[in-house]
C-alpha cells in the first residue's frame, strides 16, 4: 500500500541528476524535512530512502506536537561523482524548482550533505526553505538546538532511572564529535557529567582532552560500562549482534536510525536497556527550525519547545514503565493518535 501523499522524480533538467522528493503526511501541517545530496548505487536507492526519511519526519513532528508533517528529499548522486560549485549550484536549482511545483506543500532544510549555505542558494528561487543562513534571515546550523534538546532528553533518562535529573558524575558515554556531538559534549561538561567520548577521526582527540572527557576507542566503545550511552554518529548503531556487548542502563542520542530493524527495541527492553526514539531525542534542531522561520516564534518561546523534549521523554517512559511496554511503542503510539490513526 502507498503509505505516502506525493512522491516526486524528476530528473534535474540542469543536472540531469535524480531528485526525488516524498511528502509522507500533510495530516498535521505542511510537510518539512531536509534535502539529502548522497552517493546511492540507483536512483531507487534514493527513492527507497526519501520514503523512509520522509515517514520518519511524519513521526518527529508528531511526537514533539508541531503542526507539521514530513517530507524529505533525496538527490541521488551516482557513486563517485564530485560535484563542483557550478554544478552543485545547477543541483540546487533543480531542486528548488521540484519544490516550487508543490506550491508552499513542502518547505526544505539542510540534511546530510548539505548547509546552511544550499538553503541560500535553493531560497533564491523558492520562499519554502528553512536554515538558511542567519545574515540572510535563516536559523542557521541547527546542530547547537539539536544538542540543547538531547540535553532535555538524557535529563529525563537520568530522572527516570536515578530519581534525578541533575547529571553531575552520572557517566555518560559520547560515540561522534561531529557537529552535534561537539556542542552536546560541551553541554554534558558544563553539567559535570563523567564523560567518555569516541570517534573514528582521530582528529577529534584533541577536543576529548581540552574538556577533560576519557577518550576511548571506537572500535569498542559499546562494551564499556556507562550509564547512558549517547549514539551521535551514524545510524544503524544497534543490531541484534551489538545488543549483546552493551553494557548500560540507557540509550539516548541524536544519531538518526540507530535501530538497525524495529525488532532491536524488543531486544533492549528484553535486556532492560531504554531505548529512547532518536526521532524525539533529536528533534531540538528542526524544532528550532521550523517554529523561529515558519512559525515566527521567538527565541525564547522556541527554545522552550526544544527544552519540552524533557516532558516528552518524561511522558513516553512513565507510559512504558505502566504500560510494560518499550518507549519506543509508547512513542509510535503517541505520533500515531496525534495523526488520527489510531
Ligand atoms: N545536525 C543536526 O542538527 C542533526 C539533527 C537531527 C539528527 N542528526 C543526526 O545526528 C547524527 C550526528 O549529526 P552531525 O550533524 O553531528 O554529523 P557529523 O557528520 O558532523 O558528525 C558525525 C561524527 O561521527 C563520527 N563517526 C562516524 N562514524 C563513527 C563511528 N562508527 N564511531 C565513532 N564516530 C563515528 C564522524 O567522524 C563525525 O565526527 C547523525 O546521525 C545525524 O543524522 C543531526
Known sequence: MLDHEQILIRRGPRSGLPIVLAVHSTALGPAAGGLRLWHYPGWRDGLTDALRLSSAMTLKFAAAGLPSGGGKTVVALPPGTEL???????????????????????AVGPDVG??????????ETTPHVFCKPPHLGGSGDSSPHTAQGTLAALHAVSHHL??????DGRRMTLIGLGHVGEHLARLLTA???DLTVTDID??????????????HSSATILSKETDILIPA??????????????????????????LDTPEVAGLLHRRGILWIPDYVVSAGGVINAITTELHHLD??????RVNAIE???TDLLTTAATQDTTPAQAGHDLAQRRLGTT
Open 84 to 106: 563542483d560549485p557550478p554544478s552543485r549550484r545547477d543541483v540546487l536549482r533543480d531542486v528548488a524548482e521540484v519544490i516550487n511545483a508543490l506550491d508552499g506543500t513542502y
Open 114 to 123: 548539505t548547509s546552511p549555505a544550499d538553503m541560500a542558494v535553493i531560497g
Open 162 to 167: 536515578y530519581g534525578d535529573r541533575d547529571l
Open 191 to 193: 553539567e559535570n557529567a
Open 202 to 215: 582521530p582528529a577529534k582527540r584533541p577536543l576529548a582532552e581540552e574538556l577533560g572527557a576519557t577518550w
Open 233 to 258: 554518529a551514524l545510524g544503524g548503531l544497534l543490531t541484534a549482534q551489538t545488543t549483546h556487548d552493551l553494557r548500560c542502563r540507557a540509550i539516548a542520542g541524536p544519531a538518526n536510525n540507530q
Open 299 to 304: 527565541a525564547t518561546q522556541s527554545s522552550t
Open 311 to 313: 516532558t516528552i521523554v
